[in-house]
């Protein structure tokens, strides 16, 4: 049961342009939306998070836009740079009593050329 | 200096032996986490350790036990190694009140043979 889900397993872009990455999700219950971003031999690098009463979050060149009522969300890099390049999971997050649950998905390698 | 560690980078060991994974975290956080990362490259959580008191066991089987002597150390002992059992495994942290942004070890690669 895959309750987030990216469908693009890549995405190719070329530098300074705009990169959008999406995900979907199927649990009403999420309570934050996060992305990670994940370089080879690396862990997941917690990169920009937003509430689920919220439409938006902006830091940076970073943008995540949340659409409820779509069960979607993504993420806009802008402009991207080629040390973007990495996998991308979108996660969502649950409260489970002291902690947060996370739920990833399978991620989008993101490849921007130079 | 890092701020979550795991020892062993790679693990390779032969089916039915019991192995042990160690994480420490130096961030001051409460809570800390095991996520399995499969073949398939799904990456999903397994434990969650509050204060050393377990929060989260995602149907993991019992052969797996996870083990806080203090609030910044996590380890995780796997009995009776299956080859089923060869992934990327990461440990985690995070503060209270932020528990969704969580910051992640390197990742301990396990192979049973």
């Known amino acids: 049961d895959q309750q987030v889900k990216q469908n693009s397993p890549s995405l190719s872009v070329q530098e300074g342009r705009i990169s959008i990455l999406n995900c979907d999700y199927t649990?009403?219950?999420?309570?934050?939306f996060l992305w990670y971003k994940k370089y080879p031999a690396e862990g997941p690098t917690f990169l920009i998070s937003?509430?689920?009463?919220?439409d938006k979050n902006e830091d940076g060149r970073f943008t995540v836009f949340l659409n409820k009522s779509a069960k979607h969300l993504s993420l806009h890099i802008v402009p991207s740079q080629p040390g973007d390049s990495a996998v991308y999971f979108c996660?969502?997050?649950?409260?489970?009593?002291?902690?947060?649950?996370?739920?990833f998905g399978k991620g989008t390698k993101l490849t921007v050329n130079p | 200096d890092t701020a979550v560690s795991q020892t062993p980078k790679y693990l390779v060991t032969q089916m039915g032996n019991d192995k042990s994974i160690k994480c420490e975290q130096n961030?001051?956080?409460?809570?800390m986490y095991w996520y399995k990362q499969d073949s398939k490259k799904f990456l999903k959580i397994m434990f969650s350790?509050?204060?050393?008191?377990?929060?989260i066991n995602e149907t993991v089987p019992n052969r797996f036990s996870p083990k806080s002597p203090d609030k910044a150390h996590l380890n995780l002992h796997i009995n009776s190694l299956e080859l089923g059992d060869s992934a990327v495994y990461f440990c985690?942290?995070?503060?209270?009140?932020?528990?969704?942004?969580?910051?992640f070890g390197p990742g301990t690669r396990l192979t049973v043979t």
């Open positions: 985690a942290s995070s503060q209270a009140g932020r528990d969704y942004e969580q910051y």
């Open positions: 649990n009403s219950m999420f309570d934050y």
């Open positions: 937003i509430s689920s009463i919220k």
């Open positions: 996660a969502a997050s649950v409260r489970r009593g002291g902690s947060e649950k996370l739920v």
């Open positions: 961030l001051g956080h409460d809570t």
């Open positions: 350790y509050n204060n050393k008191e377990l929060i």
